[in-house]
């Protein structure tokens, strides 16, 4: 087993209490596992039911496969404009 | 052309404007947004924007791509700013030069819609009363620019 390092922003990253969040990932891990195991962290109520996540600087679908090298972000609704 | 930035500094929407400047053009489409006083019933007194600063650029550049593909555009240049900001300054600039208007005032709105979905930016707004939240546009269904 593996870790992966996601990182937060905005108000992610003030419920969470932190800039990164390091999660442990078997091999062939999904999105869609990772998000699973951040929802058991504190911190975790600001997630809505499908959060945003990009995968190397793009936004990525829950079944797409992720592993320790890549760069990983939770991505908080975006109020940009 | 094309260019796209996230900027610290205060935008100078003219200067985008001499940016694409050419004869060849019969127009140049300019949107700017700023920081205004008010958002969904509160008194607004600033807002801190912030960035995740790689992927924004990464998304502007691919946003700008598709407008070019879409509308034709010839020149096309986005500057987002980020930091403090107080009321009135710009938040964002997008200028689109065509041969004709029509495609050019299309990409303007394409280019700040696209920005508002998919380009990873928030914005903390500081209230008069003192209080401070993050914008969550999912939330309140509000508009915010």
Known sequence: ?81 | MRRSAIVTREIDPAALMAEVQSTEFGAISLFAGTVRDTNDGRSVTAIDYSAYTSMAESELERILAEAQDRFGVMAIVVEHRVGGLALGDVSVAIVAAHVHRAPALDCTRFVIEEIKKRVPIWKREHYADGGREWVDPTASGVATT
């Not at chain 1, 922003?9 to 990932?25: D, N, V």
């Open chain 1, 1 to 81: 087993m593996s870790t992966v390092t996601v990182q937060l922003f905005a108000s992610y990253a003030e419920s969470f209490g932190g800039s990164t969040l390091k999660i442990p990932l078997d091999p062939g891990s999904t999105v869609g596992d990772l998000v699973h195991s951040i929802r058991s962290l504190p911190g975790a109520y600001v997630l809505p039911e499908s959060p945003r996540v990009a995968v190397n600087r793009r936004f990525a679908s829950f079944d797409q496969v992720v592993d320790s090298q890549d760069e990983v972000a939770l991505i908080p609704p975006v109020a940009g404009g």
